[in-house]
């Protein structure tokens, strides 16, 4: 049960990181067209990875 927990945390982790990464790599123009500012990638990535 707790190597389960842990898994789960260290994918959450890979996939807040890599939604990071992804995004930061988007020109300010591309994120204008999503409606995303460059500050709110922290708080979308949080939201996806415990989606």
Known sequence: ???TY???KVRSYL???ETVRELSQLTDRELDDLGISRFQIDNIARQHATA
Do not use: D, K, T
Request: glycine content about 0%.
């Open 1 to 3: 049960m707790f190597v």
């Open 6 to 8: 842990i898994l789960s």
């Open 15 to 17: 996939r807040y990181r």
